[in-house]
């Protein structure tokens, strides 16, 4: 960070204003324009991460920022005693893309939040003794107690201890440890289509399909976390529309709002019935310059048909990436790729050293596991932009091993 840049992050002395929880920042971004951003120096990177894919319309999108803009100037908050002109056409959208139409939706600002009101309404809906929520190892629900809980980390649960009670992990994508999990107790299951914290491991089809079928069963709500893999980003509009299943129940996030906070539950009807006035909230989940910002992004995603721009981009990143001798593999779906590394790319460096040095060369990405970087990049990336951070993904490899 320059001296300047320093000054504004609070970083300067000793004492940073900040809590460290993210440790010291690598840059400070001042601008962005569609897949790229700029430092305060006018540095400029190719963005292959969308803020952990946010802001997949790019950063400056025309048609968002006018939305926001307008919205600010008109009204901003009335909370939730009243309604707003973006919460009914919103939810409309969202039950569209889910599943034809039916269905209801809660608003929320995050994906924890989301999740933690998905695991309420299920809650609700089975009544106590049927409390018990099964989920995945590696997984990610967020942070907040209940969504902590479900997260398959038993390394991020340990400062907290102790969470909220009633939550089993099981292996991914093996169908019959999941039936042995499948105790009385349990009245939920939680699952990403493809786990993208965890490592960018995509469930396989016919897991989800077996994952339904005993959820059919046993009276068991299948919640679907699609805070990362929704909105396009795999190439279908929902992650679980790859296996052709419906769940009862969809959280979403990340790619709703091109980075306004937005989060949204969305339940089949009669699981929504069990929420009713006042047993769940939030002051501002729903509210109107939000919402403006997440209709102008739903309408955009549609009009340039998101899931199968992620589709052929799909195709040229795995193109550019699989030629690469550094590289193990691409695994993932859409525009949620992992790209895994050999010992000859990686030269001794961890996923997130090699994704510092990306960035140090001009391109975003993170490392996802010790030996994987994550790639999700925006829907309006160029064929040019990806061959240009692909290339600096490229040297870096080759580098094995630092500036000398
Ligand atoms: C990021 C993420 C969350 C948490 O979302 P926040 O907005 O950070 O609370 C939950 N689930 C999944 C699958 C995520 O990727």
């Keep these: 960070m320059t001296a300047e840049q320093a000054r504004a992050w609070g970083a300067e002395g000793d004492h940073s204003p900040l809590m460290n929880n993210y440790g010291s920042p690598p840059r400070l971004f001042v601008r962005g324009q569609g897949a790229e951003v ?28 006018a939305a926001i803009t307008a919205q600010a100037a008109k ?49 609700k809906y089975q009544g106590r003794g049927r409390h018990g929520v099964v989920s995945a190892l590696r997984s990610f629900h967020g ?8 997260t398959g980390q038993p390394e991020k649960h340990e400062p907290y201890q102790p969470l909220p009670e009633g939550f089993r992990h099981v292996v991914w994508n093996d169908l019959d440890e999941f039936e042995r999990s499948l105790v009385p107790e349990v009245g939920g299951v939680i699952l990403e289509s493809v786990q993208g914290e965890g490592g960018v491991n995509p469930a396989r ?31 279908r509009w929902f992650g679980f529309q790859h296996a052709g299943i ?9 790619g709703i709002a091109n980075g306004m906070p937005v989060g949204a539950v969305w339940a089949r009807d009669e699981v929504a019935a069990a929420f009713g006035p006042g047993d769940h909230g939030s002051t501002y989940g729903g509210q109107a310059l939000a919402l403006s910002a997440a209709r102008a992004t739903l309408t955009e995603l549609e009009a340039i048909d998101a899931p199968a721009l992620a589709q052929r981009l799909e ?3 795995r193109h550019h990436l699989e030629a690469l001798p550094g590289v193990d593999h691409v695994r993932g779906r859409g525009l949620l790729l992992g790209v895994e590394l050999n010992d000859e790319g990686r030269a001794g460096r961890s996923g997130a050293e090699i994704a510092r040095a ?3 060369k001009g391109m975003i990405c993170s490392g996802v596991t010790p030996t994987a ?32």
């Design 75 to 123: 009204l901003t908050h009335t909370s939730n005693l009243f309604a707003n002109e973006h919460q009914a056409p919103v939810a409309e959208c969202l039950s569209r893309l889910i599943d034809g139409g039916s269905g209801q939706v809660l608003f929320q600002n995050s994906g924890a939040e989301a999740n933690e009101a998905a695991i309420k309404l299920v809650r």
């Design 205 to 235: 089809d016919d897991y989800l399909q077996g994952v339904r079928k005993l959820c059919d069963e046993r009276g068991i709500l299948l919640i679907m976390d699609e805070v990362q893999t929704g909105m396009g980003r795999t190439g």
């Design 315 to 317: 195709g040229v990143f």
């Design 143 to 150: 942070r907040t107690m209940a969504a902590l809980a479900a």
């Design 358 to 360: 990306c960035l140090d």
């Design 246 to 254: 419906v769940p009862d129940v969809v959280t979403m996030a990340k």
């Design 38 to 65: 700029f430092d305060a120096d006018g540095t400029s990177y190719v963005d292959f991460l969308c803020g952990i894919a946010v802001t997949g319309l790019g950063h400056a999108h025309p048609a968002i920022t």
């Design 373 to 404: 970087l994550r790639l999700a990049p925006p829907y309006v990336i160029s064929d040019q932009q990806i061959e240009y951070g692909v290339g600096v993904l490229a040297d870096v490899l080759a580098d094995h091993g630092g500036d000398h």
